[in-house]
Nanobody, 113 residues
């Protein structure tokens, strides 16, 4: 089993920054894929960024150039800069371990215009 606990969400004005953190515990290793997804009201959950064992992030087009994903041991961070109102949503930490997907409880990010 894997447990994921997110922190760092909040309310910020457009153009501002937030940093999300996800602490993983349980049967997870540095080689496992981890990342962030988000779900806006009335929309499907979408991938924001993922990071594998090589340390290189893979980003959604909407996040490129503004968001940076990083990882230290079993903690994954998402630095979000130049935030836009369309970035508003619940952000979920994600881990893929032994062919199973694990999710955190989610943290709300609200960007006001």
């Amino acid at each position: 089993q894997v447990q994921l606990v997110e922190s760092g969400g909040g309310v910020v004005q457009a153009g501002g920054s937030l940093r999300l953190s996800c602490a993983a515990s349980g049967s997870i290793f540095s080689s496992n894929l981890m990342g962030w997804y988000r779900q806006a009201p009335g929309k499907q959950r979408e991938r924001v960024a993922v990071i594998g064992s090589g340390g290189n992030g893979n980003y959604a087009d909407s996040a490129k150039g503004r968001f940076t994903i990083s990882r230290a041991k079993n903690t994954v961070l998402l630095q979000m800069n130049s935030l836009k109102p369309e970035d508003t949503g619940v952000y979920y930490c994600y881990a893929y371990v032994l062919r199973s997907a694990f999710w955190g409880q989610g943290t709300q990010v609200t960007v006001s215009s």
